[in-house]
């Protein structure tokens, strides 16, 4: 699992050298993505790193036009962080290389073993979940 995990890493860092964003830019853009709006706290929390730590990334993102700062309509004192389409369209173009690569490395599978794969994966994810909610 280690080293599976370690050569999917490497190969999306590969994939980000060829994009304005870092891998923890990544990471926070695809959590915004799929949450539509988050606070620094709420983002901070998500991406497991420190508030300071995740107000630097949001800046450098924003001066990048992949995200924005906007007030929250019913409590003017809260600032989201909402994703840009410059920012949708990267998440968007990363995963597409991700999913081709991945059928690349799947290409030699039967697709019984593709349907396996997947039905033990989607399995262990589960139980994490479950050890992980205890």
């Known amino acids: 699992m280690r080293y599976i995990s370690g050569i999917i890493k490497q190969n999306g860092r590969k994939i980000l050298t060829n994009y304005p964003i870092t891998s923890p830019q990544f990471v926070a853009l695809q959590w915004l993505v799929e949450n539509e709006e988050l606070t620094i706290g709420e983002l901070s929390n998500k991406i497991s790193l420190a508030f300071s730590t995740t107000t630097d990334l949001v800046d450098r993102m924003e001066k990048n036009e992949l995200v924005e700062r906007v007030k929250d309509s019913k409590d003017k004192r809260v600032v989201r962080i909402r ?9 968007q173009e990363v995963i597409e290389k991700r999913q081709v690569y991945l059928g690349e490395v799947l290409e030699d599978f039967t697709e019984e073993q593709t349907e396996s794969l997947n039905e033990l994966l989607d399995f262990l994810h589960e139980q994490m979940r479950k050890v992980n909610n205890k």
Request: charged content about 35%; cysteine-free; proline content about 0%.
């Open 83 to 91: 994703v840009l389409d410059k920012g949708r369209q990267i998440i």
